[in-house]
């Protein structure tokens, strides 16, 4: 089992090798990302929503004119969810909050600046946190910490589009949408 596991990454990694070296050109830059989440399941009462914020790098990778790859690493990527309800002179209100580090190993075709991107995404949970709070009117607010249970790792596929603007020779603006 040990043998097949290290014939397969020596495999792996001489294929990426010999990619890059063959790779039109490679960009690297920072990125910053914005999301919004909306979350909304059977036996819960209203919606979830919230905005969250990215930071880490990409990775640009041409191997022609039109096929590529796009690699993200986001170093914190965070979740944001709350929902408020009320009943008579009470609210609550239940906010969550979670952050992971995240990678996108992306597939890209590009078209004249446009391009369509798709791939695994793969998290790993830094942190998760919440709190519930019950305000009645002329009351001081309950505030209670909730302790939730959330997987350290987190399995998607992502999907998207965005558009490079070029802002100099050599210098480029990625913008896109990867859900």
């Known amino acids: 089992m040990k043998k097949t596991s290290l014939l397969v990454i020596t495999i792996l990694l001489i294929f990426i090798s ?20 909306i979350y909304n399941q059977d036996g819960l009462t209203g919606t979830w929503s919230g905005i969250g914020v990215g930071i880490g790098g990409a ?6 004119p039109v096929i590529g790859m796009l690699v993200n690493l986001t170093v914190f990527d965070m979740k944001n969810f709350s929902n408020s309800q009320t009943q008579g002179t009470t609210t609550q209100e239940q906010s969550l909050s979670l952050s992971y580090l995240t990678i996108d190993p992306l597939f890209k075709a590009e078209f004249s600046g446009f391009y369509l991107v798709g791939g695994p995404s793969l998290a790993l949970k830094l942190s998760s946190s919440g709190e519930t709070s019950v305000v009645t009117t002329g009351q001081a607010p309950n505030i209670t910490p909730l302790n939730i249970e959330t997987n350290s790792v987190k399995f998607d596929i992502a999907v998207g589009a965005g558009y490079n603007f070029k802002l100099a020779p050599g210098l480029s603006l990625g913008s896109d949408f990867i859900a």
Do not use: E, H, Y
């Not at 010999?18 to 989440?37: D, E, H, Y």
């Not at 990775?59 to 022609?64: A, K, R, V």
């Open 18 to 37: 010999s990619s890059l070296v063959s790779a039109q050109s490679i960009k690297i830059g920072p990125r910053i990302t914005g999301n919004m989440n």
């Open 59 to 64: 990775l640009d990778i041409s191997f022609s």
